[in-house]
């Protein structure tokens, strides 16, 4: 059963106006959360994250925020460029194993010009 | 250039023939992990390791080696690769390989394997 559900494969917006990349997660344990962004041809790399401490973090126009009592996070991207046209995946840890991520499915993010 | 690079890119192979993709990374990084990407299931860990020499299991390890004789190195190997194994793979590495805390993966440009 995956701990790290990410529903909609995928998503279709107009430039310029705000992406909302959702996740769900089941396990409890879990204390941070990260997205990565994947373009074709090339590995996944970090976005942004946050720790269960906080329920939000914001790094320009990317902002993760997290709901514990209902088990879900979101990325928000504002505005959204065609650049940021890529797979998205959320990512999982807990603390005792802080190097073990479980990874969502990945949502792919079409942005439109 | 701080990079994990993945060696060869692209592999179509048999059933049965021995095969190895190299991960290596440059960022003296304790912590290495190669993963599988299929369709619907996002990245699944395969192995990982600590340090040198310190490996160990991860979600779907069945059909692959790996060995960690440098810090620098940490090779994938299929014994006898099958058509289930068929699929995209990453190597990735970060600091911190004690248990506990948080670090940021750094993955490399991903192997896509074919097995006929």
């Known amino acids: 059963d995956q701990q790290v559900k990410q529903n909609s494969p995928s998503l279709s917006v107009q430039e310029g106006r705000i992406s909302i990349l959702n996740c769900d997660y089941t396990?409890?344990?879990?204390?941070?959360f990260l997205w990565y962004k994947k373009y074709p041809a090339e590995g996944p790399t970090f976005l942004i994250s946050i720790s269960s401490i906080k329920d939000k973090n914001e790094d320009g126009r990317f902002t993760v925020f997290l709901n514990k009592s209902a088990k879900h996070l979101s990325l928000h991207i504002v505005p959204s460029q065609p650049g940021d046209s890529a797979v998205y995946f959320c990512a999982a840890s807990e603390w005792e194993y802080g190097n073990k991520l479980v990874f969502g499915a990945g949502t792919i993010l079409r942005v439109k010009s | 250039e701080a990079q994990v690079t993945q060696n060869p890119r692209y592999l179509i192979t048999v059933t049965g023939k021995k095969l190895t993709v190299t991960c290596s990374q440059n960022?003296?990084?304790?912590?290495m992990s190669w993963y599988r990407q299929d369709p619907g299931l996002g990245l699944r860990q395969i192995y990982y390791?600590?340090?040198?020499?310190?490996?160990d299991k991860g979600d779907v390890p069945e059909g692959y080696k790996v060995s960690r004789k440098e810090k620098r190195n940490f090779p994938l190997i299929l014994e006898s690769p099958s058509p289930n194994q068929t699929s995209l793979y990453f190597c990735?590495?970060?600091?911190?390989?004690?248990?506990?805390?948080?670090?940021?993966?750094?993955f490399g440009p991903g192997t896509r394997l074919l097995v006929l």
């Open positions: 396990n409890s344990m879990f204390d941070y």
């Open positions: 990735a590495s970060s600091f911190g390989g004690s248990a506990g805390g948080h670090e940021t993966q750094y």
């Open positions: 390791s600590m340090n040198v020499e310190v490996t």
């Open positions: 960022m003296n990084h304790e912590y």
